[in-house]
């Protein structure tokens, strides 16, 4: 898994939107993300987890995470990670999105997980599972391994044999080598097919024997179906000649009893013939000279009934006619009157317009009256705020002369501001200095009651730990030296001891086991050798005691001397910091040129912040009174405007509505209109409304008798016009009607058939025609056929002379041949199927002693096969090989990190112990190391175990990112794992560390800045834009 792009908003701390560019952390292979503590550096790796897994260590699902994840400025969590990931390498993205409850700031919606792989440039969605399959780790195991958060760094040196195990089955895919089920299922199934085999070969009799027997009976039983079947075949052709003849002689016979029935109906049929031929004559000849005939008869009929019908219409219609006449030039003379009526409405209606202008201009007056009233009104006012006004800006103008320039304002407000940073800095440093000097003397005094350096508390109070040191060292080489002494004294002391014991064992005359003498006169002996060699040996005794005391106080005194090396380090760099902030306040008071505040003077500063804050606010205040004493104004002439303009519209509809009374009272006043002026209006209106009414109603009914006498005329002319055309009709039709009867007796004469009803009585019976027309035909057809097939069955003899006696004694002994064949078919059929299932069984059990014999030897290797499997012992001895592997390739780097002083191992029980190389080799706990010591031994197993998951999980990518302050570490130990990490670029290897160590920071050049804003969140600076 190789990041590609992380955003990040309303995630923790991080307030705003922030976007992670991976790509120039990835191609420096080692990067960092630095930042003070508590700034967002692990809420990025959370992210990250988060996004992949759906978890992070730091909260769970019953801490109300989503709430407590979201930023509290924030009302939206959104984070989009972008990753390249599998073999071959395809990009795949995921992002989380969730949001707060409108109506409840406390309460949040699901977090929505949605995942996407990318194709042809375009994100697909995918399911969440598939990126479980990409990344192929368990969220556990993926932050034990490859993002290994904050505090979890030494979580794998921890875990129990069992625990560690189980993960390494997980990462490795260990459980391919769990084949205890498969084994024991494959034990069960071969066991069970055993015994179905042997029990099948248990009830299998079949022997050569049998079949042989069987195979003679066969044999006898085919001999005798041959013969049989030799006489059925000649017999059979008898029979199936005599048969064919048989059958000639019964269609013979039946065909004579046919053609006996046809000739009883040759009479019948004679004279259906003759009726048909009548039948097709006057068919043929009259049918269409008839129904033409028919045809025009019934136009003639139709024509002189059509006729009656509109005479009598006409009849109606005319008196009709005449009195609609009459009607129409009688409304005709009343309509003349109305446009004397319509004038007279015009005028009444003018009249009532010329009073309604009256009442508007009466009405209008008052309203001109009040605008004026209110105009002068607004001009007072108006007067008054333009003169407050003037006021307002006068004063503005004075305090605006007594306000310094703005930009002087906020260069000595960021003057002051960097002059406050840089004293408390300052103090701080001071602080930490004095602090460090404290832990110094707490040192030195914990020496001083160190029981382990009871010898040296004399010299500690004297001096300083590193002259201790140097002179515990002279002591230890001179203790060493005497020791060395002593001990080549002893060892003389033990060769006399030893010369002086075989002396002792010297008898005359037996060699010396030394010389081969056998002359021993005078014998060696050294009696105060023994009390010599006692008293050295003490003194040895207590040298190695004060040498050991010298080696654990020495021991001590180092550690006392790398705790004082670490004070004094940061001492000096209190002291470098001091100086250097020191530099940097004189820097800052030579770039103060402000006149009339004195540099530093901070209760000046503060009286110069608090006039300038009165002038500001005061200047605001002025301001805001001016802008609304400015928007008063405006909607006092506004107003001033609207009521001019709206007076001026009044004064224009009177003079306007003036001129068109004058105009009325011109045109229409005379003694009509001062007559009706005497009217109220509602009387003038009830007159226009009767005589609208009157006009109305005239024009209605002329309308009305208009339409209907349109109408009547209308319909007079279509019936008088048809009726004329009908007449036409009639006429024509009675003429073709004589010419038809004339052709029709002129073809009677020349026809058999006596008058034209004989002809229409014939051609009446067309369904008798066409029935005994088809029997006819039927019956004629049938009486050839017969005819002939009587005459050929006639010229065979053998036929018509069939003996049927002789006929059914052959079929009888056919059936009895038959019955006999079947017998021995079925018993040869019954033979052959015992001989072939005793066959097939001799077949089956030879295969099936086999098959029992083979599953018994599979039986008895798949049985050593289980119990190999059994317990998880394969997987537990392929999990102690890979730890093995994984311990070689952790030691590697331990070993170089602690100068080949410690070492990693396993034990009987699969867990890990420390050999120390400084104490003849010997084991002990994990937990014995010191907290830096466990850092450099977590280090290292985390870069194995990522190493050897890189090679076995192409998905994850050489990448490997470590959450951990590395705070433990001295700069020696620190110089070191920087070396590891740097070697690691060589390798290929992709790193991120996340730390807030400045002096590892310094080291690695690529890197992201996190800090807190105090306004706007976490904000992150790559360090390639940091400039």
């Not at 000595?412 to 940073?421: A, L, V």
């Not at 006149?595 to 901070?602: A, F, H, P, S």
């Given at each position: 898994?190789?990041p590609?792009?992380?955003?990040?908003?309303?995630?923790?701390?991080?307030?705003?939107?922030?976007?992670?560019?991976?790509r120039?952390?990835?191609?420096?292979?080692?990067?960092?993300?630095?930042?003070?503590?508590?700034?967002?550096?692990?809420?990025?790796?959370?992210?990250?987890?988060?996004a992949?897994?759906?978890?992070?260590?730091?909260?769970?699902s019953?801490?109300?995470?989503?709430?407590?994840?979201?930023?509290?400025?924030?009302?939206r969590?959104?984070?989009?990670f972008?990753f390249?990931a599998?073999?071959?390498?395809?990009?795949?993205?995921i992002?989380v999105?969730g949001r707060?409850?409108?109506k409840?700031?406390?309460?949040?919606?699901?977090?929505?997980?949605?995942?996407?792989?990318?194709?042809?440039?375009?994100w697909?969605?995918?399911?969440?599972e598939?990126?479980?399959?990409?990344?192929?780790?368990s969220?556990?195991?993926?932050?034990?391994t490859?993002?290994i958060?904050?505090?979890?760094?030494?979580?794998?040196?921890?875990?129990?044999g069992?625990d560690?195990?189980?993960?390494?089955?997980?990462?490795?895919q260990?459980e391919?080598?769990?084949?205890?089920?498969?084994a024991?299922?494959?034990f069960?199934k071969?066991?069970?097919?055993?015994i179905?085999v042997?029990?099948r070969l248990?009830?299998?009799?079949a022997?050569?024997?049998?079949?042989?027997?069987?195979q003679?009976?066969?044999?006898t039983?085919?001999?005798a179906l041959?013969?049989e079947?030799?006489k059925y075949?000649?017999?059979?052709k008898?029979k199936?000649q005599?048969?064919?003849?048989?059958?000639?002689?019964?269609?013979?016979?039946?065909?004579?009893?046919?053609?006996e029935?046809?000739?009883?109906?040759?009479?019948?049929?004679?004279r259906?013939?003759n009726?048909?031929?009548?039948?097709q004559?006057a068919?043929s000849?009259f049918?269409?000279p008839l129904d033409?005939?028919?045809?025009?008869?019934?136009?003639?009929?139709?024509?002189?009934?059509?006729?009656?019908e509109?005479?009598?219409?006409?009849?109606?219609l005319q008196?009709?006619?005449n009195?609609?006449?009459?009607?129409?030039?009688?409304?005709?003379?009343?309509?003349?009157?109305l446009?004397?009526?319509?004038?007279?409405?015009?005028?009444?209606?003018e009249?009532l317009?010329?009073?309604?202008?009256?009442q508007?201009?009466?009405?209008?007056?008052p309203?001109?009256?009040a605008l004026?009233?209110?105009?002068?009104?607004?001009?007072?006012?108006?007067?008054?705020?333009?003169?407050?006004?003037?006021?307002?800006?006068?004063?503005?103008?004075?305090?605006?002369?007594?306000?310094?320039?703005?930009?002087e304002?906020?260069?000595?407000?960021?003057?002051?501001?960097?002059?406050?940073?840089?004293?408390?800095?300052?103090?701080?440093?001071?602080?930490?200095?004095?602090?460090?000097?404290n832990?110094?003397e707490?040192?030195?005094q914990?020496?001083?009651?160190?029981?382990h350096?009871?010898?040296?508390?004399e010299?500690?109070?004297?001096?300083?730990?590193?002259?201790?040191?140097?002179?515990?060292?002279?002591n230890?080489n001179?203790?060493?030296?005497?020791?060395?002494?002593?001990?080549?004294?002893?060892?003389?002391?033990?060769v006399?001891?030893k010369?002086?014991?075989?002396?002792?064992?010297?008898r005359?005359?037996?060699?010396c086991?030394?010389?081969g003498?056998?002359?021993?006169p005078?014998l060696?002996?050294?009696?105060?050798?023994e009390?010599?060699?006692?008293?050295?040996e003490?003194?040895?005794?207590?040298?190695?005691?004060?040498?050991?005391?010298?080696i654990?106080?020495?021991s001590?005194?180092?550690?006392?001397?790398g705790?004082?090396?670490?004070?004094?380090d940061?001492i000096?760099?209190a002291?470098?910091?001091?100086?250097?902030?020191?530099?940097?306040?004189?820097?800052?008071f030579n770039?103060y040129h402000f006149?009339?505040?004195?540099?530093?003077?901070?209760k000046?500063?503060q009286e110069?912040?608090?006039?300038?804050?009165?002038?500001q606010?005061?200047l605001?205040?002025?301001?805001?009174?001016?802008n609304?004493?400015?928007?008063e104004?405006?909607n006092l002439?506004?107003k001033?405007r609207?009521?001019?303009?709206?007076?001026n519209q009044?004064?224009?509809?009177?003079?306007?509505?003036?001129?068109?009374?004058?105009?009325?009272?011109?045109?229409?006043?005379g003694?009509?209109w001062e007559?009706?002026?005497i009217?109220?209006?509602?009387?003038?209106?009830?007159?226009?409304?009767?005589?609208?009414?009157?006009?109305k109603s005239?024009?209605?009914?002329?309308?009305?008798?208009?339409?209907q006498?349109?109408?009547i005329?209308h319909?007079w002319?279509?019936?008088n016009?048809?009726l004329?055309?009908k007449?036409?009709d009639?006429?024509?039709?009675?003429?073709?009607?004589?010419?038809?009867?004339?052709?029709?007796?002129?073809?009677?004469?020349?026809?058999?058939f006596?008058?034209?009803?004989?002809?229409?009585?014939?051609?009446?019976?067309q369904d008798?025609?066409?029935?005994?027309?088809?029997?006819f035909?039927?019956?004629?057809t049938?009486?050839?056929?017969?005819?002939?097939?009587?005459?050929?069955l006639e010229?065979?003899?053998?036929?018509?002379?069939?003996?049927?006696?002789n006929?059914?004694?052959?079929?009888?002994?056919v059936?009895?041949?038959?019955?006999i064949i079947e017998e021995?078919s079925?018993?040869?059929?019954?033979k052959?199927?015992?001989i072939n299932?005793?066959?097939?069984?001799?077949?089956e059990k030879?295969r099936?002693?086999?098959?029992?014999?083979?599953?018994t030897?599979?039986?008895?290797?798949?049985?050593d096969l289980?119990?190999l499997f059994k317990?998880?012992?394969?997987?537990?001895?392929?999990?102690?090989?890979y730890?093995?592997?994984l311990v070689?390739a952790?030691n590697?780097?331990f070993l170089?990190?602690t100068?080949?002083?410690?070492?990693?191992q396993?034990?009987?029980?699969?867990?890990?112990?420390?050999?120390?190389?400084?104490n003849d080799?010997?084991?002990?706990?994990?937990?014995s190391?010191?907290g830096?010591?466990?850092?450099?031994a977590?280090f290292?197993?985390?870069l194995?175990?990522?190493?050897?998951?890189n090679?076995?999980?192409?998905?994850?990518?050489n990448?490997?990112?470590?959450?951990?302050?590395?705070?433990?570490?001295?700069?020696?130990?620190?110089?070191?794992?920087?070396?590891a990490?740097?070697?690691?670029?060589?390798?290929?290897?992709?790193?991120?560390?996340?730390?807030?160590?400045?002096?590892?920071q310094?080291?690695?050049?690529?890197?992201l800045?996190?800090f807190?804003?105090?306004?706007?969140?976490?904000?992150?600076i790559p360090?390639?834009?940091s400039?």
């Open positions: 898994m190789i590609v792009k992380l955003t990040l908003e309303g995630l923790f701390s991080y307030q705003q939107r922030q976007e992670i560019n991976f120039p952390l990835v191609e420096a292979r080692l990067f960092g993300i630095f930042g003070p503590v508590g700034s967002g550096k692990s809420s990025i790796t959370e992210a990250i987890l988060y992949l897994f759906g978890d992070i260590e730091r909260l769970n019953r801490e109300a995470r989503n709430y407590n994840m979201m930023n509290l400025r924030s009302n969590l959104w984070i989009d972008i390249n599998g073999n071959p390498s395809q990009q795949y993205r992002t999105e707060r409850k409108p409840n700031y406390h309460e949040t919606e699901s977090l929505d997980r949605k995942a996407y792989q990318k194709s042809n440039n375009t697909l969605p995918i399911a969440l598939k990126i479980d399959e990409v990344i192929g780790l969220y556990d195991n993926f932050r034990r490859i993002i958060p904050q505090g979890k760094f030494q979580e794998f040196l921890q875990l129990g069992a560690r195990i189980r993960m390494l089955k997980e990462i490795f260990l391919q080598f769990d084949l205890y089920n498969k024991k299922n494959l069960e071969n066991h069970e097919i055993l179905q042997n029990t248990e009830s299998l009799s022997t050569p024997e049998a079949i042989t027997t069987l003679d009976e066969l044999n039983i085919t001999a041959l013969q079947r030799q075949s000649e017999l059979q008898r199936d005599q048969a064919l003849l048989y059958e000639k002689n019964q269609q013979w016979q039946g065909l004579k009893l046919q053609f029935q046809l000739n009883k109906e040759a009479e019948v049929m004679e259906n013939r009726f048909i031929e009548k039948y004559m068919e000849s049918r269409s033409l005939l028919d045809e025009i008869s019934n136009r003639v009929n139709s024509l002189e009934k059509r006729c009656k509109l005479s009598h219409q006409i009849e109606i008196p009709q006619r009195n609609i006449q009459n009607q129409l030039a009688l409304w005709k003379q009343k309509s003349e009157e446009p004397f009526r319509e004038v007279f409405v015009e005028k009444i209606e009249l317009h010329y009073r309604k202008i009256q508007q201009i009466i009405e209008i007056n309203k001109i009256q004026i009233d209110q105009i002068k009104s607004h001009d007072e006012t108006l007067k008054s705020k333009k003169e407050e006004k003037s006021s307002i800006l006068k004063e503005y103008e004075e305090l605006e002369t007594q306000l310094p320039n703005p930009n304002i906020k260069q000595i407000n960021q003057w002051f501001t960097e002059y406050d940073r840089l004293l408390e800095a300052k103090q701080q440093t001071e602080v930490r200095k004095q602090s460090a000097l832990d110094m707490i040192i030195k914990d020496a001083l009651q160190n029981s350096l009871i010898l040296c508390h010299l500690l109070a004297q001096k300083s730990i590193p002259e201790v040191l140097e002179e515990i060292q002279r230890y001179l203790s060493k030296n005497q020791l060395d002494e002593i001990r080549n004294q002893i060892q003389s002391l033990k006399t001891t010369l002086a014991d075989f002396a002792k064992e010297l005359e005359g037996m060699p086991p030394l010389c003498s056998t002359s021993h005078h060696f002996s050294a009696p105060e050798v009390a010599k060699l006692k008293k050295l003490s003194t040895e005794i207590q040298l190695k005691a004060q040498q050991q005391a010298i654990d106080a020495m001590e005194l180092k550690q006392y001397l705790k004082l090396k670490a004070k004094s940061e000096e760099k002291n470098r910091g001091l100086e250097k902030l020191t530099q940097q306040i004189d820097l800052h770039t006149d009339g505040l004195e540099v530093g003077n901070k000046a500063y110069f912040s608090e006039k300038i804050e009165f002038l606010n005061r605001r205040k002025l301001n805001l009174n001016r609304t004493l400015e928007q104004i405006h002439e506004e001033h609207k009521q001019s303009t709206e007076m009044l004064q224009q509809q009177i003079n306007f509505l003036s001129g068109q009374a004058e105009m009325l009272k011109n045109k229409y006043g003694r009509e007559e009706n002026f009217h109220s209006d509602d009387e003038l209106q009830n007159i226009i409304k009767t005589t609208l009414e009157e006009i005239v024009k209605k009914e002329l309308q009305q008798i208009e339409e006498a349109e109408k005329q319909h002319d279509q019936v016009a048809e004329k055309s007449h036409i009639l006429e024509e039709a009675k003429e073709k009607l004589n010419v038809q009867n004339r052709h029709i007796e002129k073809i009677l004469t020349q026809s058999p006596t008058s034209l009803e004989q002809i229409r009585e014939i051609l009446s019976k008798y025609f066409e029935q005994i027309n088809f029997r035909k039927e019956w004629e049938e009486y050839k056929k017969i005819e002939s097939q009587l005459k050929d010229k065979d003899t053998y036929v018509v002379n069939f003996d049927i006696d006929y059914e004694k052959i079929k009888e002994e059936n009895n041949l038959s019955n021995l079925r018993k040869e059929s019954v052959q199927n015992q299932e005793m066959k097939e069984h001799l077949d030879n099936l002693m086999s098959e029992s014999e083979r599953l030897a599979r039986e008895s290797r798949l049985n289980k119990n317990a998880n012992g394969f997987i537990n001895y392929v999990s102690t090989i730890l093995k592997n070689r952790a590697r780097r170089e990190l100068g080949h002083q410690l070492q990693l396993l034990n009987d029980k699969n867990e890990f112990v420390v050999c120390d190389m400084m080799g010997h084991l002990r706990h994990i937990k190391l010191s830096g010591q466990t850092f450099l977590a290292s197993m985390a194995a175990l990522a190493d050897i998951i090679g076995n999980k192409p998905g994850i990518g990448f490997f990112f470590i959450d951990e302050g590395f705070g433990s570490l001295d700069k020696n130990s620190l110089r070191m794992v920087f070396q990490l740097s070697s690691l670029q060589k390798d290929n290897r992709i790193v991120g560390i996340i730390s807030h160590v400045e002096d590892l310094q080291e690695i050049p690529v890197s800045s996190v807190l804003d105090p306004q706007n969140g976490s904000q992150i360090s390639w834009l400039t």
